[in-house]
């Protein structure tokens, strides 16, 4: 797309009145652009729209107008989640009009150099780390996007002495024709999110275009060990630095099985070790994993591996990810409540030697759960279902052998489900077991987000 400042007298349409459309409707109307706001929300469920009225910004909620969208509209910028299927982005890309998300709009505007991760875990926990390791080191970081402040807010603000650190979803980067990170990282990829992309080429192709723009100037950070990830190599023109867990690179940041370290090879020879595993703040060997990504961008970054080191002993975690909740009468509670598809549930079961007692379930997208079989099988002593996936996950435990099992009273409202879920949980277990919640499924069936969830779960566990 064209800088926002060449959109003067030009009408751009605004869809969605979350947070990055507020923003974004802010930074087109202050360049001097016609700009109209639809959300199909009702207007008691907009309260963002009364202050953008008062700049004289046109705002129609309740419904998409059959005339929202037609020939004279030079641009549409679409919050992530709507689906492209819905009317008025389909009549916009019928005529041939452009459809972006902030992510594009806010690269127009961002005087310094980006920092950007995507996948399908782990994006949340890796860009803390990073944000936290360049400013320790100095690096005046700007941590923005799905985290932080919305990226049309927060770019206009940065300079080039800064860093922007930005996590990126699939909705977001699918959006996006110029984007181009400095350094772009590509965490892991997992069959998600196909009930917005409809195929997992499509999922995969818009995770991809992260790199899209990347010249032999940049720095693409991606999964060795992920068969999908590596499969983009030969399509990249950045310099690739890999992370694995389970290889030794000549070029990279890697796990050392032998002594347990992570160790960065500079592929000209020099290995320098980072730290001990066992030394980090946070459990489980996917945060050893989120640590290499982060410690390769960070490196790439300028930032010394003794700061890499100092942040990853004393980071203890982001909330709703692997979060310890308490310990009661010798049983521990985690809130995994990020844990949003099998891949996630599977990696922080795997993160204990303790007997786990798991609370799973929430939305429907059509999965069958069959890759968590294996897991359930050898890891898991009890299991509570709720949401529409109760049974999908009942079955699954019913086939690993696992007899303890309760299905949370459907009829109760969410806080109430979470109480007995916790209750049912608790029941199960005796001292030195584990009760986690992680889902493996995204909240939207119960809740408004997975982090209301997990605070009424964080909730529940302090009321026993």
Not at 233 to 253: E, N
Not at 321 to 337: A, K, Q
Not at 369 to 396: A, C, N, W
Request: glycine letters at 8%.
């Amino acid at each position: 797309m064209k800088h926002p400042r060449e959109y003067r007298g030009l009408e751009v349409i605004v869809l969605g009145l979350a947070r990055s459309g507020v923003a974004a409707a802010k930074l087109f109307h202050q360049k001097g652009a016609i700009v109209t706001v639809n959300d199909k929300k009702e207007r008691s469920a907009c309260p963002e729209a009364d202050e953008l009225e008062a700049l004289g910004i046109s705002v129609v909620c309740g419904f998409h107008p059959d005339s929202l969208v037609h020939a004279g509209v030079a641009l549409v910028v679409k919050n992530p989640g709507i689906p492209y299927s819905v009317e008025p982005i389909r009549q916009a890309l019928e005529l041939g009009i452009e459809v972006v998300t902030e992510v594009e709009v806010a690269y127009q505007f961002c005087e310094a150099p980006i920092i950007g991760i995507t996948g399908s875990n782990g994006k949340t926990t890796t860009t803390t780390l990073i944000g936290l390791m360049l400013d320790q080191a100095g690096l005046s970081p700007v941590v923005a996007g799905n985290i932080g402040r919305a990226l049309t807010e927060a770019a206009p603000e940065v300079t080039a002495d800064n860093w922007m650190v930005v996590e990126l979803s699939s909705f977001q980067l699918k959006g996006t024709t110029s984007f181009r990170p400095k350094i772009a990282l590509l965490l892991n990829l997992y069959e998600t999110h196909l009930d917005y992309h409809g195929t997992m080429d499509d999922y995969i192709a818009s995770k991809a275009k992260i790199f899209a723009n990347q010249s032999e100037a940049d720095t693409a950070i991606l999964n060795w060990d992920d068969a999908v990830c590596r499969a983009l190599i030969p399509t990249l023109r950045a310099q690739v630095v890999p992370f694995s867990m389970i290889q030794t690179l000549d070029h990279g940041v890697y796990f050392e099985n032998e002594s347990e370290m992570l160790v960065y090879a500079n592929g000209q020879g020099q290995i320098s070790p980072i730290m001990r595993a066992s030394e980090m703040g946070m459990p489980g060997s996917f945060n050893v994993e989120n640590a290499l990504a982060a410690a390769a961008a960070a490196l790439t970054a300028g930032v010394q591996t003794s700061v890499i080191a100092d942040v990853l002993r004393s980071f203890r975690g982001v909330e709703h990810r692997l979060e310890l909740v308490r310990e009661l009468e010798g049983v521990t509670f985690y809130n995994n409540s990020k844990a949003t598809n099998s891949a996630a549930a599977i990696k922080s079961i795997e993160a204990f030697d303790q007997q786990v007692v798991l609370i799973a379930g929430g939305l429907d997208r059509g999965s069958d759960y069959m890759e968590l079989l294996p897991t359930f099988r050898d890891r898991i002593k009890g299991v509570v279902t709720m949401g529409q996936t109760r049974e999908k996950i009942t079955h699954i435990a019913e086939l690993a052998g696992i007899s303890r099992l309760e299905t949370v009273d459907t009829a109760k409202d969410a806080a109430d489900a979470v109480i007995q879920a916790v209750q049912l949980a608790w029941q199960m277990c005796e001292p030195g077991d584990i009760v986690l919640l992680s889902p493996a499924c995204a909240s939207w069936d119960m809740f408004p987000s997975y982090e209301d969830r997990g605070r009424m779960f964080k909730e529940s566990v302090h009321n026993l």
